[in-house]
């Protein structure tokens, strides 16, 4: 944000497990997660989480040209979960039932309007074993108190129950409410560039809340808006794998731009 809003602020940001898509990112929580509060038959219990990773790992892992637990680009990951669907009419540790299968397609799934127009990119491959929007029963984290709080101003507004999670009416209309404040999603960063600002931005893809891929389509949107040569000259991303939200998880947290012991830096 202070990059696109004030870009006379900082010579240089490390934005890490940047939450700049703010409404997106309060509502994909509502789309993984409330199908399984309303149906137990889409719910997918913590127990499985590890069993689901192991086959994503399995069929990705070593894609990369290392088979070291770890996935470098979860995009060109096409594990399936339909792959590890339980037989007909049964349940297990290490299978999927079709609401269970369901579930975690939608969770791998772009959120996309009716025209196809998608809206927020899903959330990575590899994810599943550290997310917090799987397996919860109720609303968690700062999504539960957006939707009530902020976008319906109604402390007994109920998520669960009121949420639409098959349109996009609520994301409309929080977009619409609180969008301009909230908001950092403007890809031309010209301004800050042409005052010789410099900008690291890096994301964790096992990030258990915000979704790295969201950190990628703005920058590839970044990209489109002020073109290649140009973003390479104030510009660098790293997404690092097997790393939580901004600290973390199986994977090497890149150091050199977090330094150790310091939360994520928003920007
Ligand atoms: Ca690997």
Same mark, same amino acid.
């Given at each position: 944000?202070?990059?696109?809003?004030?870009?006379?602020?900082?010579?240089?940001?490390?934005?890490?497990?940047?939450?700049?898509?703010?409404?997106?990112?309060? %509502?994909?929580?509502? #789309? @993984?997660?409330?199908?399984?509060? =309303?149906?137990?038959?889409?719910?997918?219990?913590?127990?499985?989480?590890?069993?689901?990773?192991?086959?994503?790992?399995?069929?990705?892992?070593?894609?990369?040209?290392? +088979?070291?637990?770890?996935?470098?680009?979860?995009?060109?990951?096409? %594990?399936?979960?339909?792959?590890?669907?339980?037989?007909?009419?049964?349940?297990?540790?290490?299978?999927? +039932?079709?609401?269970?299968?369901?579930?975690?397609? =939608?969770?791998?799934?772009?959120?996309?309007?009716?025209?196809?127009?998608?809206? %927020?990119?899903?959330?990575?491959?590899?994810?599943?074993?550290?997310?917090?929007?799987?397996?919860?029963?109720?609303?968690?984290?700062? #999504?539960?108190?957006? #939707?009530?709080?902020?976008?319906?101003?109604?402390?007994?507004?109920?998520?669960?129950?009121?949420?639409?999670? $098959?349109?996009?009416?609520?994301?409309?209309?929080?977009?619409?409410?609180?969008?301009?404040?909230?908001?950092?999603?403007?890809?031309?960063?010209?301004? %800050?560039?042409? =005052?010789?600002?410099?900008?690291?931005? #890096?994301?964790?893809?096992?990030?258990?809340?915000?979704?790295?891929?969201? +950190?990628?389509?703005? @920058?590839?949107?970044?990209? /489109?808006?002020?073109?290649? $040569?140009? $973003?390479? $000259?104030?510009?660098? +991303?790293?997404?690092?794998?097997?790393?939580?939200?901004?600290?973390?998880?199986?994977?090497?947290?890149? =150091?050199? @731009?977090?330094?150790?012991? /310091?939360?994520?830096?928003?920007?």
């Amino acid at each position: 944000m202070q990059a696109q809003r004030y870009p006379e602020n900082f010579d240089g940001i490390v934005a890490g497990g940047a939450m700049f898509d703010w409404v997106g990112g309060q %509502f994909a929580p509502a #789309w @993984v997660a409330v199908p399984g509060m =309303r149906n137990p038959a889409q719910f997918v219990p913590k127990s499985k989480h590890l069993a689901i990773h192991k086959k994503v790992l399995a069929a990705c892992d070593a894609q990369d040209g290392l +088979t070291d637990s770890l996935i470098q680009n979860p995009a060109a990951c096409k %594990f399936d979960p339909a792959s590890m669907a339980c037989p007909a009419g049964q349940d297990g540790a290490d299978c999927l +039932t079709p609401g269970q299968v369901t579930a975690m397609k =939608r969770y791998y799934s772009p959120i996309t309007r009716s025209n196809g127009e998608e809206v %927020f990119p899903g959330f990575p491959k590899g994810s599943e074993h550290s997310s917090a929007l799987l397996g919860i029963d109720k609303p968690a984290n700062n #999504w539960a108190g957006f #939707w009530p709080e902020v976008v319906y101003e109604d402390p007994a507004y109920d998520i669960v129950s009121r949420i639409d999670i $098959t349109g996009l009416s609520d994301y409309d209309r929080a977009r619409a409410k609180v969008g301009a404040a909230y908001d950092a999603i403007d890809p031309n960063l010209e301004p %800050f560039a042409n =005052r010789g600002g410099k900008l690291i931005v #890096w994301h964790g893809w096992h990030d258990q809340l915000v979704s790295a891929l969201r +950190t990628e389509s703005y @920058v590839k949107a970044v990209i /489109e808006r002020v073109g290649a $040569t140009r $973003t390479d $000259t104030f510009m660098r +991303t790293y997404l690092a794998p097997g790393v939580n939200h901004c600290r973390g998880g199986v994977g090497p947290i890149p =150091r050199r @731009v977090q330094p150790a012991g /310091e939360s994520c830096r928003l920007g």
